[in-house]
């Protein structure tokens, strides 16, 4: 049996991280599962999926269902991650990558392995594409944090982008960067370069720290 019979059924899944979702399965594309949890759809790559469950009719009675938005993909053929990045552009949108906190903005552009992404907060931001968790599109009446669209720039940013998430973290040496939305001091520091598979950070102290590339989720500048 296909895993795709699976579509219209109710699960709960768990997620890198143990981050828990629960909601009726709408679709499974070629890496990306997508859930309506009742409220918003989410997008969740399926490299994330640690593992997955039938819900019990219990579970299911305690789901709230609102008005069900628009999909933001296209039934009639099969969609992928990259296909819902792009079809997302543009979007009000919230992000999930790291520590306990989701991102809201929009996608500007998506490069071979990282998108760039404006936040009210943390303005452009390059993300790494291996750790994006789920992607949740707004209805089309909702703006971040109540924010017109004087507020939300459409050209936000006059860095040029690299076509790889390593050599725009090398275009930005000698910039103060945080890593990781700034989960702790470590992440946080003037590049210095990129050694094999490590970037050198100059923190406050003037300390050299070396980050793992493969662990660095997100960037943005101070």
Known sequence: MSIKSNRGKYIK???SGKKYI?????DIGSDVWVVFNGTDYLYIPA????????MKQEEIDEINFSDEPAPIYNNNEETSFRKTLNAARGIFTEIF???NQSLHGYIIS??????VFYSPIYKTMFISLNHLKWLIPYSSNQRPYGLSNANLPVNPSNVTFARSFEVQIEKLTGELIVFNIGENENVIG????IKGNFVELISAKEDPVFLNLQHIKTMHMT
């Open 190 to 193: 003037k590049i210095q370069g």
């Open 13 to 15: 899944l768990e997620l």
């Open 22 to 26: 629960s909601g009726l399965l709408c």
């Open 110 to 115: 998506i490069m071979n392995n990282y998108f």
């Open 47 to 54: 490299i994330h999926i640690q593992n997955w469950q039938y």
């Open 97 to 99: 990558v790291t520590s």
